[in-house]
């Protein structure tokens, strides 16, 4: 694929090589446990909060659900990229993992904060209905 800031690469866009890129970080991203049991328990939390819910409460979990993955994500990239680059203890790569692990931790705690106002709002619903 060509790199259109450097001039390098090869010259086209295929989308079905970009999906692929795509479809192979999701996978290395799911196979870490820690981002895979977020996903499954918002998928879980998703379903009875957009049938009770609605469609607000729906995007507001997805959004911080995607936003918490994102910050994994680069998280994970920044520590490898960290670890390529120098493999020996370094105080300056760890104040960059630190950062990064930082970040990552304020996604979290949104994520986690969307989901205890869901859940608490879902079992409010649920309690008025006599479910």
Known sequence: MR????????????????????????????????????VIFSLLLLIPVIIYNGWIDSSII?????????SEMFNTAIEAICDYMQSE???????????AAAATAIAIGAWILVVIIEIYELYSVLVHRGV
């Open 3 to 38: 790199n259109k800031m450097l001039g390098t690469g090869e010259k086209g866009y295929d989308i079905f090589i970009k999906m692929r890129v795509i479809r192979s970080g999701l996978k290395y991203a799911m196979a870490d446990f820690s981002v895979a049991y977020k």
């Open 62 to 70: 997805i959004l911080a659900t995607a936003f918490m993955i994102a």
């Open 89 to 99: 203890y370094d105080e300056k790569i760890k104040m960059i993992k630190d950062v």
